[in-house]
């Protein structure tokens, strides 16, 4: 299934270009100004886990911690995705 592939490669992508904006804008790298909600495409493309933790209540000062928390949780989708799309391809074939 080429369409499931791209879609897992385009979000895989864009978590990793999200990840990399936090500390470039935290850090003030290349130029850009801090800006505070550099996280929020983060925190979205990590969803539902990232409300998860927020409910729980999981709340670190060091960046490292909250970056690898959001990627754990990027990582879930990424291979939820992945087995949702195997599931289909499968179903769809009749094996």
């Known amino acids: ?3 499931g592939k791209a879609l897992i490669a385009v979000y895989a992508t864009l978590c990793a270009l999200s990840l990399i904006l936090i500390p470039v ?3 003030g790298w290349f130029g850009i ?3 505070p909600l ?4 983060a ?5 539902p886990w990232s409300l998860l933790l927020g409910e729980l209540d999981v709340k670190s000062e060091i960046i490292w911690i909250n970056i690898a ?3 754990g949780g990027m990582l879930i989708n ?3 995705m992945f087995g949702i799309f195997r599931l289909l391809k ?5 094996n």
Do not use: P, Q, T
């Open 90 to 94: 499968s179903k769809f074939r009749g």
């Open 38 to 41: 550099a996280a929020v495409y």
């Open 25 to 27: 804008s935290v850090n």
């Open 69 to 71: 928390l959001l990627a």
């Open 1 to 3: 299934m080429r369409f």
């Open 43 to 47: 925190i979205l493309l990590a969803m």
């Open 33 to 35: 100004e801090a800006d």
């Open 78 to 80: 990424l291979v939820l």
